[in-house]
């Protein structure tokens, strides 16, 4: 797959290279779709084993974007995302990941026993699904792998698990049927919150299990709806008819930001 933002990423890892860790080149998560735009950001993956030098990857990154940068820990982003740092190369908006290999490599080994989680994190609405982890890799391009173990990961995740597969189709359309059910219920008592957070999950629940039986990996939400239009096996008018259920965007989130503002003023009084 052609690296939408060569210089950029290439500046950066050669940067990275001094920090005697693996270094992987992830797309950004539209390029993995086929969907790259010109404002999408770039993801360059931080693979390390043991504790991280962060003031060193620090002084790295300051090298790469020529001034201060603040980079999050381990852990500084929260419990999945991890931590990492927002650069800006050449104009170019760049985000360092950190992913711990050993933590990758058990994620890959549960996805291959048709084990998955599903964790609360900030910025992935419908929760962050470890698998994740293993499509970050298939889908990745190693830039730097000094013993090879990365490269080795990525060509096993290279072929999607069939036990993944049968658990994550099995349990995400249940839990959508689930959520439903539930939905029709408050509906009747005009419940607009619980409904329509129902209604949410519930299609993204199902948009995660077409990704699963195409054995495709899902690695956000990001355009997800519209990738799962162009699978072979996604009922007609699929998009079209959940498009329909979450209404129109647009006009929708003005309206949320001037509540998000009003709410605000409110808890800081």
């Keep these: 797959m052609p690296n939408p933002h060569p210089q950029p990423f290439f500046l950066a890892a050669a940067r990275a290279r001094s920090s005697d860790r693996w270094w992987a ?103 962050f699904w470890s698998p994740c982890y293993a499509g970050e890799v298939a889908l990745g391009r190693v830039l730097a ?19 993944l597969r049968e658990a994550l189709t099995a349990g995400a359309v249940w839990e959508a049927g689930f959520l439903v059910a539930n939905a029709a219920k408050s509906a009747r008592r005009g419940d607009v919150l619980h409904v329509s957070l129902s209604l949410s999950r519930a299609v993204g629940l199902l948009v995660q299990a077409l990704f699963a039986h195409h054995r495709r990996w899902c690695l956000n939400e990001k355009g997800a709806l519209a990738a799962v239009a162009r699978m072979p096996d996604t009922p007609a008018g699929f998009v079209g008819r959940a498009e329909s259920l979450l209404g129109e965007s647009g006009a929708r989130v003005a309206r949320a930001g001037g509540l998000v503002d009003e709410v605000r003023a409110v808890v800081a009084g």
């Design 25 to 127: 080149l992830n797309p950004s998560k539209a390029p993995a779709r086929g969907e790259h735009a010109p404002d999408s950001d770039g993801d360059l993956g931080v693979y390390y084993r043991g504790p991280l030098d962060v003031e060193r990857l620090r002084l790295s990154a300051a090298e790469v974007v020529g001034g201060p940068v603040e980079v999050a820990g381990p852990g500084g982003w929260g419990p999945w995302v991890n931590g990492g740092a927002w650069l800006n190369v050449d104009g170019q908006a760049v985000d360092w990941i950190l992913r711990d290999v050993d933590r990758v490599r058990a994620v890959w080994e549960d996805c291959r026993a048709g084990r998955y989680e599903v964790g609360t994190q900030v910025g992935h609405p419908l929760g």
């Design 145 to 163: 792998d000094p013993g090879g173990e990365l490269g080795e990961l990525r060509r096993e995740a290279g072929h999607y698990p069939e036990p």
